[in-house]
């Protein structure tokens, strides 16, 4: 409980000396062209696996403490944002299992589509267990194709760095180009560390004044520490994307994947597609839903990689001003390239995994104080070992 102390301790100084500037709790510091807003998250939940495991579950309660800053800058043609947090974890009983995590994130975006927007984006963060985060860190406007760390909770630093660029070429054509570096480093020395490297251009044409066609071309580079070359792949896409809409938005593209393997394992061609939307229904409900698919490398093996598929839905619905209840579900399958040991024998191995989660939370009259309720289950059906985890729990957060 120490740790946690001085996590809370940090906090409140943080606060402190950002109280220098002006704002009302709940709207932030404004300090000239800055926005700072201290945050604090304090849960407390129950897990019915907290390793995962197949046989023989080990359940405990744990106590989650989240501090951190969030910045914004704004002034002419110029943006950015700004984040960073430190995290420590304390289970009731189980001994060695008790963790600490720390990140950081910015995003900045300068100039004008009539001219150049340019826009570059980093991420450093060590994690461990699921990656809180993950998601407020995409960069550089392409998707990641490998190193997406799910296939392992163990403790991790993962690294990103991205930059893009758009420009209006003319009132109907559009173009933008990305690229991104992703690396995970595991702490265990049964894991294999894993980089990317990833570029792609992409036009669109406006076909409509609500949809524009797009045409994609991608390629990429995938390593490890135990592989003497690299993994190749290229993509070509095309697509429908939404345009001037507030109702609605989506971005839809497929197209053909060639992906050839390291030190001459052979090469995989298929179908590869990538969408998201979101459905603004009601006043009080959204919707957001998306599929993707890929190859990428894994770290349990040397030399193999795995195909993967994943499907996801959202919804957020606001009860009242005060209360907001959400959910989402996902579906993930990842089909190993080459067969793996497991108990003696070869085995063709595939993860068919799927996880719910329902929260409420309501915002107290001060604003600046959210109470929030959180459940999740997670199924993991695989011929190398199941398993399935249950957490539910009660937090408050705190935002200056």
Known sequence: MKIQKSVVIAWLF?????????????????????????????????????????????????????????????????????????????????????????????????GTREEVLLELSQSLRRVEDIDVYGAEAAVGGVSPDSVMDAVTRSRRDVNQVGLSAGRTLTDKMDMDAGYRFDSVGYDRSDLLDLH?????????????????????????????EALSGSAEYYAA??????????????????????????????????FN??????????????????????????????DNAAAFSIFWMGGTYR???????????????DDYLDPVPYNGAVVDRVDRGVAVRVRADYLVPARFMKVYADASYELVDSNVGDYDETRAGFGVQFQY
């Open 14 to 110: 943080v606060v402190a000396v950002s109280a220098i500037g002006f704002g009302q709790p709940g709207d932030g510091i404004h300090m000239g062209q800055w926005v700072l807003s201290p945050f604090m998250d304090v849960g407390g939940f129950y897990d019915s696996n907290i390793r995962q495991e197949p046989e023989g579950p080990q359940e405990d309660m744990f106590l989650d403490t989240t501090i951190g800053l969030r910045a914004g800058y704004t002034a002419f043609n110029l943006d950015g944002n700004m984040m960073g947090f430190l995290s420590s974890r304390t289970y009731v009983e189980t001994e060695g299992e008790d963790f600490n995590v720390a990140g950081e994130m910015f995003r900045v975006k300068h």
């Open 196 to 224: 990317s490297h990833v570029a792609q251009i992409e036009v669109a044409q406006c076909l409509t004044d609500k949809t524009a066609g797009f045409v994609t071309l991608k390629g990429g580079a995938q390593g490890g």
């Open 237 to 270: 896409w095309l697509g429908f994307k939404t345009k001037g809409t507030d109702k609605m938005s989506y971005k839809a593209g497929g197209g053909v994947q060639r992906y050839h393997r390291p030190e001459d394992q052979g090469e995989e061609t298929g």
């Open 273 to 302: 597609f990538d969408a998201s939307g979101t459905w603004l229904a009601t006043d009080k409900l959204t919707v957001q839903g998306g599929a993707r698919n890929g190859i990428q490398l894994v770290p349990m093996y040397e």
């Open 319 to 333: 009860m009242a001003p005060s209360v907001v209840l959400s959910g989402n579900g996902a579906c993930r399958v």
